[in-house]
């Protein structure tokens, strides 16, 4: 809540004692700016006591030197014109405070981003700086001392996403006592890496390290577990989010459900009919599967497009009688609840890239063209083919080439690499000969190893015979030349080491498919209030210092979602994601920019323009008076009721008209 | 001998005459009026001339009130005069206070004007061309005309003001209050505007009623639909400027089932009138395409008229710049 300081009527104002200051940032600003003309020009504007123009104002000497003349000149109002407010307004703002002098009595000019690093020519953008610093320097003047507003933060988290990111990052807030939800879309959490056989370097088993923490999750005391549900709306702001959850109907009563799959083995379908979304369309489910042995929840799924009862109503509904502890629910409806929470982490993961975009690589064409997470599931002793790795006529392959970047490293269709693919193709080649005996080719324009053991792998794959021909393939084609080729696909490719165009005829292709953000990303952007970028990974508010923070407060940022990255890389972020929620719900409360808007009760006419504006209802009307008055702890400071009073009995801390007009004045005035 | 009555002077610069009338609505109080003060200047009543004012030693006058905008160099001239003979001097009625009616032809150019109304207009005929000159000398005579100036200002853009009485044109009852507080000594705080500094829904009868989404899909016209004596006339999609508006008239038009057209101005809060009543409009609008926004604004069929109606320069668009070399008059 806001202290009643805020409040306070206006002071009268006596003539203030501005300082001012420019930073060279090194020659950042010095390059493009006179920065001794700019502190020479300040220094001739009324109000200002001194101006100074030093190299580095951020610096621990320039902030005490902002704090020596404070106490020495008596300053009550400080402009520092040097780089984005973003970067440093809370640094000079501390400096203020460790003077004595209220922080908001700071204003800052950004003639960095918004002139140095924009103009060439040194002359006009000493005169945009001049112009915008006696701008600045006419606002401050109206600037009140004001108090930061405290808003409590809840304990409980939501976690986005069952993927080893999501998973990670539930277990650790759990861990440290905090309640979690983890929402998931698919019927069971573990992502994609439940679909992988083996895990580089190491080579060891994806399902032996991942389901423990499947089921350590399904167990935890502290963590709620939603499958098949997706979250539909976010409200609120960091610490006091409201977030709504749509469950959909798996037409089981979960509680009951313990997986025995006996309904499963009834269904009036006999055999699998419909492509197993798990195994990558290589084998076949029924209308009522389990998605995988280790799935968690260990519950059944109706499909509602498949099942004949769910579809028709005609069925013998042998799986109900199968039912012992009758946990069919053919009547299911979609749930839809409400959940309060003080943070999110977003572990929403990736999509694989469709590789029928690139025809030339024949996928969908050429029955043996695959795709790595296809020949995942042939490696995969709990696969279709219960870890042979066979052509799809069954016959054992005699040779085999992987195709790397397909869908990364591309203007064509994504310019990103996709950094897992290399490792991921390396090992597939590795497992490839030990299941089938296969002489693998890999196909790159560059082996990129880097990471701990990765290179190591790379040295054994070269040591134990696996080829590797640098070159972007042209095409694979079924259209032999001769005798040699006939029977098999043949890659055309110009290997750049020999220096010449090949054909290389092999019985399987498998293509290395990069990384894209999720087909809905955009849609959750949008519903998280969080920003993406342009190719639509969601964005990390600093790529070095705030790498899992969002622009939105509270809202964290865990694994693929952000942008391609391997196992190692994710559960690092994941970590990091974790502990960036529980400092902030271990303190309780974070500090918030006072910039919160405010009615005058003997101002306010009661026309209720302002009330159906605030997407936070923060504001109410005191029917009794017939006045609004603004809920300070509920106002984020957007200033739309500030805009759309019309009678101007709205104002905004921060943001007062006579600010915002003086900074006009100032900035449209001659010098 | 008994004490000297306060002086008293009326002047009408750019105006209907309108506020004449509203200082004769005082009706029977206006002869105690005139026996408490002693009218020196008041050329729409009385034969009182110029002359008469300039003889007056300066802040002679204990108060005068100037209604209508300046347009004229003569008007100019009136204004410093008053200013210098009188110790108050309030701006009456909107077109002082705020430019009013006349400052909308700040839309145009002087040189625009004066084409339309003395060669394109509709009704004129003027196959000479002729246009009033400042001066013209006929034989050894030369008569002099007062010129105009580029813009239409409000009265404290000219000179300085110590007191606005808003309105077009004010109540009897805010001119009343006015005098009377400043004749007993007991003078407002400089500067203000002697009105409510609230806006007008706060006296409307209708307030009430008046929902807490207006979601506009079109804008009526009060000349082409039927009024609801009571419901709210924003409600009802009528353009009402209450609140945007500063209170002190009671509401008279709402009460007379007519939408308010902002003739007060706005609160001391608001810099921009039109801008702000604007802004408050556009956020309670149902569409969310700009085509859809676009037709139910398409429905405004004159935008300034509308918002800018009494203020237009004293708004921050001021008007059209004009694009003569030889702008004089500021």
Redesign the interface.
């Known amino acids: 809540m806001t202290p009643p300081q805020n409040h306070a009527p206006k002071a009268h104002r006596a003539e203030p004692r501005i300082g001012f200051y420019v930073c060279h940032c090194g020659s950042n600003i010095a390059d493009t700016v006179d920065c001794a003309e700019i502190a020479r020009y300040a220094a001739s504007l009324p109000g200002v006591i001194l101006a100074r123009d030093y190299k580095y104002m951020c610096s621990d000497p320039g902030q005490e030197l902002i704090q020596q003349d404070i106490r020495e000149y008596q300053l009550d109002r400080i402009v520092v014109a040097s780089c984005s407010p973003l970067l440093h307004e809370h640094t000079f703002r501390a400096a203020l405070a460790r003077a004595g002098l209220n922080p908001f009595y700071l204003q800052m000019v950004n003639i960095r981003e918004h002139v140095s690093w924009v103009h060439k020519n040194r002359e006009a953008a000493t005169a945009k700086a001049r112009d915008l610093a006696r701008a600045a320097i006419q606002r401050v003047r109206h600037h009140q001392a004001l108090q930061p507003i405290r808003v409590p933060i809840r304990a409980e988290a939501l976690v986005l996403g069952g993927g080893i990111a999501g998973i990670h990052a539930a277990l650790l807030l759990a861990e440290a006592g905090k309640r979690v939800i983890l929402v998931e879309r698919q019927p069971s959490i573990g992502g994609h890496m439940a679909q992988l056989d083996k895990t580089f370097p190491t080579l060891d088993c994806a399902a032996c390290i991942l389901t423990p923490k499947m089921s350590a999750v399904r167990a935890h005391p502290n963590i709620t577990l939603w499958t098949y549900s997706e979250v539909i709306k976010v409200e609120g702001y960091v610490g006091n989010f409201t977030v709504t959850v749509r469950r959909k109907p798996r037409y089981i009563n979960e509680a009951l459900c313990v997986g025995c799959k006996q309904c499963v083995d009834a269904c009036v379908f006999k055999d699998g009919k419909f492509p197993d979304e798990f195994n990558a369309g290589l084998s076949h489910r029924k209308p009522i599967y389990l998605p995988f042995p280790q799935a968690t929840p260990q519950v059944v799924v109706i499909d509602p497009d498949r099942c004949l009862n769910l579809k028709t109503g005609k069925c013998k509904k042998t799986c109900v009688e199968a039912c012992d502890r009758n946990a069919i629910v053919f009547d299911q409806q979609p749930e839809v609840h409400e959940v309060k929470v003080g943070t999110i982490i977003v572990a929403t993961g990736y999509d694989l890239f469709d590789p029928t975009r690139l025809p030339q690589y024949g996928y969908g064409r050429y029955p043996n063209v695959f795709t790595t997470l296809e020949a995942e599931r042939l490696v995969n002793s709990s696969g279709p083919t219960a870890g042979k790795v066979r052509l799809r006529d069954g016959r054992v392959p005699r040779s085999v080439g992987i195709i790397l970047c397909v869908g990364s490293r591309d203007h064509r269709t994504h310019p990103w690499c996709s950094r897992t693919c290399c490792m991921h193709s390396m090992k597939l080649a590795l497992l490839i000969r030990e299941h089938a005996g296969a002489e693998v080719t890999i196909f790159h324009m560059d082996i990129r190893s880097a990471g701990k053991g990765y290179e190591e792998f790379y040295d054994r794959c070269l040591r134990e015979g696996i080829q590797f021909i640098r070159g972007r393939v042209a095409e694979v084609t079924d259209w032999a030349m001769t005798a040699k080729e006939e029977g098999h696909l043949v890659v055309r490719v110009e290997d750049t080491l020999a220096g010449f165009v090949r054909r290389i005829p092999l019985d399987m292709i498998v293509l290395a498919v990069g990384m894209e953000p999720q087909r809905d990303a955009r849609e959750l952007r949008r519903i998280l209030n969080i920003s993406c970028s342009n190719e639509g990974w969601f964005l990390e508010r600093h790529p070095k210092l705030g790498p899992v923070i969002t622009f939105t407060d509270g809202i964290f940022l865990a694994g693929c979602c952000q942008g391609p990255k391997d196992i190692p890389d994710t559960v690092a972020q994941a970590g990091a994601a974790a502990a960036e929620a529980l400092a902030l719900m271990d303190r309780g409360y974070i500090e918030q920019e006072p910039n919160t808007a405010y009615i005058d009760p ?8 302002c ?3 605030c997407p936070y209802s923060a504001i109410q009307l005191d029917e009794t008076q ?1 006045r609004a008055f603004i809920n300070e702890a509920l106002c984020k400071g957007c200033g ?1 009721c500030v ?7 709205i ?1 905004q801390h921060l943001f007062e ?1 006579e600010q915002v ?1 003086a900074e006009i004045d100032g900035v449209l005035s001659y010098a | 001998m008994p004490m000297p009555k306060p002086k008293l002077a009326i002047y009408w610069c750019a105006s209907c005459g309108g506020c004449e009338e509203a200082v004769v609505d005082l009706a029977e109080e206006i002869v105690e009026l005139l026996q408490s003060v002693d009218l020196v200047f008041w050329p729409c009543a009385t034969d009182l001339k110029r002359a008469d004012l300039e003889h007056l030693p300066d802040q002679a006058i204990f108060v005068s009130l100037i209604n209508g905008a300046i347009r004229t160099t003569e008007q100019e001239e009136m204004a410093h005069l008053l200013r210098q003979k009188s110790r108050f001097l309030i701006a009456y009625g909107a077109c002082a206070h705020l430019g009013g009616i006349p400052g909308l032809a700040n839309q145009f150019s002087r040189e625009e004007i004066l084409r339309y109304y003395f060669e394109t207009g509709p009704s004129t005929v003027n196959p000479e061309k002729a246009q009033p000159q400042p001066s013209y000398t006929c034989g050894h005579h030369t008569l002099t005309l007062p010129d105009l100036h580029y813009k239409v200002r409000a009265l404290d853009q000219v000179v300085s003001v110590d007191y606005y009485i808003p309105g077009c044109p004010p109540t009897p009852t805010l001119t009343r209050n006015a005098l009377k507080a400043l004749l007993a000594e007991n003078p407002p705080p400089p500067g203000s505007v002697l009105a409510p ?6 006296q409307c009868p209708r ?1 009430a009623t ?5 979601s506009f899909t079109r804008f009526q016209r009060p000349h082409l639909a039927p009024i609801d004596p009571q419901q709210c006339l924003l409600a009802q999609g009528f353009l009402c400027l ?3 508006t500063r ?1 002190g008239c009671e509401a008279l038009c709402p009460r007379g089932n007519m939408p308010c057209s902002g003739c007060f101005g ?2 001391s ?3 921009d009138p039109g801008a ?2 604007l ?2 409009l556009c ?2 609008l149902a569409p969310k395409t700009a085509e859809e926004i676009d037709a139910v604004l398409d429905t405004i069929p004159d935008p300034i008229g509308t918002f800018y109606r009494y203020s237009l320069p004293r708004s921050l668009l001021r008007g059209k710049v004009n694009t003569s070399p030889t702008n004089h008059a500021s």
């Open positions: 003997d101002h306010c006419c009661g026309c209720k323009s009330l159906p504006l017939g739309a805009a759309a009073c019309p009678s101007g009995s104002q008209d007009f | 500094d609230v806006a007008l829904c706060d307030k008046k929902p807490l989404q207006l209450g609140p945007a209170a706005p609160t809060r608001v810099r702000k009543i802004s408050s956020a309670n």
